[in-house]
């Protein structure tokens, strides 16, 4: 891909485990120093360990994920188990080589009793970690592909992983895998490369334990073939160049009765907030037989389920279904939006609306959902193609809610008078079907406390929030009789009403009370 040649300018299409092959020359130019000629595309490369390290450090601000220090703290005692068992000579596989370049050293000394073989698909970050590894006698470098299916790997006692994730790009229609996305290949390709005792642990997404479809038959495949020794919720920045929520999961070629639930948090940052220790925050032990049962192995909800309120909403009887099957649910449109008095003329001044086919939009954005309203004075503006806004154009009874941010607000929308809205791209619009259900239940159960519960299991992120619609839709909603639905949908109109009216006649009476206390 285009970015991946902007990360590794000497990426090459030849595979070689022979160092000689790649033209890499080691020396010792100084008694704490090695350096590295290295020969690709007819380029000389001639860096030190401590340049390879800065141009990895580099990589990550570019999107490039790494193993931060407390992560790697917890592979090494992987290792560590490994390295234990001395009857046997373990075969450890780094699958991932690229993730784990930064601390690979301190993942790989003082393990003389295991036989270490890292893998990367690509040349130049062999040539970084053959550099930094030489002096290990039980490591192999080597040039492989852990996202195609016939790749010749071996078996191994114990395999590390940290894949690539969040891309856009999925692997190619005609492969078998369960799920096409690059981090769910890598997880079905590994298992395969275990030894009769073998175990992969790796980070995966957090909706590892929850999304459907391909990720949901790969779960099955997994509980049904394999044993699953740990799922533990990380937290927030764990990982170099990613901001995405993730697990950690380690799952067993023999399939063992319990599995371990954990839910890790932050113990220690340093300056530049990498995560440098983590404490267990919650932590429980489950049976094989109830991840059996289960559709959803999202951590969270195992720990909720010992909550009263979670346990009387699944004891209820109501039919509960997915939010996606009775409402249409997208996220916000990422517009350049300007005040409504900007007047400047430009791409989002009011000025443009006047050439053909524009029009001006007001924006609703996170800073005008209040608790049971929308601010549209407050509201920017962007003027646009009226063809192509049609389809963002918010119509009555959307329920809106925030994205991002910090706080979740959950707003039912009612078209003003003399301006069209969109949502911005902060926000997520839930438009019902209101032949199944109607706004005010929606907006009563998402602000509910399971609802609450339920929303913040789907967040992929912890400090501040990034709430996918795709996941937000498979959320399930309890459905009441529609007439009961709209007997309540007309009371909270009402109550809404009277609620507001009282507001609004309060602060009236305050102001009065103010003004007659202050006359002196």
């Not at 970015?3 to 000497?10: E, G, H, N, R, S």
């Not at 370049?101 to 003082?110: A, G, H, K, P, Y």
């Amino acid at each position: 891909s285009t970015q991946a040649k902007t990360l590794f300018p000497y990426t090459t299409l030849f595979r070689s485990t022979n160092r000689q092959k790649f033209g890499i020359v080691i020396s010792k130019e100084r008694s704490d120093v090695f350096m590295t000629d290295v020969m690709l595309h007819g380029e000389r490369v001639h860096k030190s360990v401590e340049e390879w390290n800065e141009w990895f450090r580099d990589s990550t601000k570019q999107g490039h994920i790494g193993v931060g220090p407390a992560l790697s703290e917890m592979f090494k005692a992987y290792v560590d188990q490994e390295q234990a068992k001395k009857s046997v000579k373990p075969r450890v596989l780094i699958a991932t080589g690229n993730s784990f370049f930064l601390d690979i050293e301190e993942l790989v000394q003082n393990q003389a009793n295991c036989q270490f073989t890292i893998v990367t698909k690509d040349s130049y970050v062999v040539a970084g970690l053959t550099a930094k590894l030489e002096r290990f006698s039980n490591v192999e470098v080597a040039e492989a592909d852990i996202y195609e299916r016939n790749t010749q790997l071996g078996s191994y006692d114990l395999i590390l992983a940290v894949p690539a994730f969040g891309q856009r790009n999925m692997v190619g229609k005609d492969t078998d895998f369960c799920s096409r996305y690059y981090e769910f290949v890598a997880m079905e390709n590994l298992l395969a490369h275990l030894n009769q005792r073998g175990k992969l642990v790796m980070v995966v997404p957090k909706r590892f334990g929850y999304a459907g479809g391909g990720v949901k038959k790969l779960r099955e495949k997994v509980i049904s073939q394999y044993g699953v020794e740990l799922l533990a919720d990380l937290p927030h920045s764990m990982l170099m160049g990613t901001a995405i929520q993730t697990m950690l999961v380690a799952l067993t070629a023999d399939k063992q009765r319990k599995t371990a639930l954990r839910v890790y948090d932050v113990a220690e940052r340093n300056r530049i907030r990498e995560v440098l220790a983590v404490t267990v925050q919650q932590e429980r032990v489950v049976e094989r037989c109830e991840l059996e049962d289960r559709d959803n192995w999202d951590v969270g909800r195992f720990f909720i389920s010992d909550d009263e309120r979670w346990q009387k909403y699944e004891a209820s009887t109501l039919p509960k279904v997915a939010l996606g099957t009775i409402a249409k649910v997208f996220r916000g449109k990422a517009v350049p939006a300007r005040k409504k008095d900007s007047g400047d003329g430009g791409e989002a001044g009011a000025d443009g609306a006047t050439e053909p086919g524009f029009e001006t939009f007001g924006v609703v954005n996170i800073s005008n959902l209040g608790t049971y309203e929308i601010d549209f004075e407050g509201a920017d503006t962007v003027v646009g193609d009226a063809r192509k806004m049609a389809g963002h154009v918010l119509k009555d009874g959307d329920v809106i809610i925030t994205a991002r941010g910090t706080v979740i607000r959950v707003v039912i929308y009612w078209q003003p008078e003399g301006q069209q809205y969109i949502a911005s791209s902060n926000l997520v619009v839930i438009r019902p079907d209101f032949d199944k259900v109607t706004s005010s239940h929606l907006k009563l159960f998402l602000d509910s406390a399971v609802g609450r519960l339920l929303i913040q299991q789907t967040q992929q992120g912890t400090v501040v929030m990034n709430i996918s619609p795709k996941d937000l839709a498979m959320i399930e909603v309890p459905l009441l009789t529609l007439d009961e639905q709209w007997n309540r949908e007309n009371r909270y109109r009402a109550e809404l009403i009277r609620y507001e009216n009282a507001i609004k006649a309060a602060n009236n009476r305050w102001k009065h009370v103010i003004k007659e206390l202050q006359e002196f």
